[in-house]
């Protein structure tokens, strides 16, 4: 027992020379006890709940677009008939018209079902990033937690178009063009300072998703400087999962089995391992320096005495005044006797 304990503390002392390694422990000891991995498969749950009524919406858009263009309708039939020969084509053609047909029912039912479930998600999403906060929260109407959580979600939208946005200027080919319009694409290097750029902007989309989600989504205000801190951190193992996801996809949709369940088992744990660096990063900016709870300790024990407070004379004045009675009532009787 005496090496154990000469060897923790050993560990310890090392943990302690080093601020950051310091942080890092107190973070994981965070994630571990508000059961981080608990409430990322909740959040995961919930992800893959919304994505049916969404899948809907979908649909719906698709057969609006394909009711306004009846040209473009026929020629997805007959690519269909002909792929697909078999009078299995035209159970598929059967049910593009009554997908175009119910259009309206099954978006409404979309968004209805798509709020229910996203409310469902975000008010989860919003418990587990409370509790690694470990804030106190007020118990609120279901009615006001409700308005509380599809406020945070139509924010959360706005940040993720912003996000996107960033996202479409760093893949896309606006980037090249803007080099092309100004005349550098011939440069040595141009290509290099593309990817540089498409880099920078792919983290920052990153980040600003991730400041969003830290700062603003908990149910109670919380520091916003250790927040961006952290949404750096997250940003960056984000993108770095993002590249050996996408290698790892390549390489099992590549297989039979794969190709069938590949892309809902790679969905299910891209979405885990993304709550998880969301909520340790929260964890991370939760037990920072400047968010420690500092212990005050107890005062010392004091001795209190009860103060007794005594109205009219007291006992020494009563004494003084029947003294002081006495010496004049017998200097009286002695004026007296000489008379």
Known sequence: MQIVDNISAAVERQIGRRPWLDHLVRAGGRFQRQRGDFFAAGATYFTVLSLFPLLMVAF???????????QLLTELQEKVQENIPSSFGEQINTLIDQAVDSRGTVGLIGLLVGLWTGLGWMANLRAALTEQWESPSSEKPWWRSKLSDLGALLGLGAAFVVSLGLSAV????????LLEAIGVDDLPGASLVLSLVSIVLGLLASWAVFAWMIARLPREPVSLRSAVRAAALAAIAFE??????????????SSPAGAAFGSIIGLLVFTYITYRILLFATAWAATSSDNERVD?????????QPRVVEHGMSTGAGAAYFGAGAV???????????R
């Open 60 to 70: 719906s858009v698709a057969g609006f677009v394909l009711a306004g263009q009846p």
């Open 170 to 177: 760093a893949t896309s080919g606006i980037s090249k063009r």
């Open 240 to 253: 770095i999962f993002k590249f050996v996801a996408a290698i790892y996809l390549q390489t099992v949709l």
């Open 296 to 304: 005050i300790a107890p005062p010392n024990p004091v001795i209190i």
């Open 328 to 338: 004049a009532a017998l200097a009286l009787l002695l004026v007296g006797k000489r």
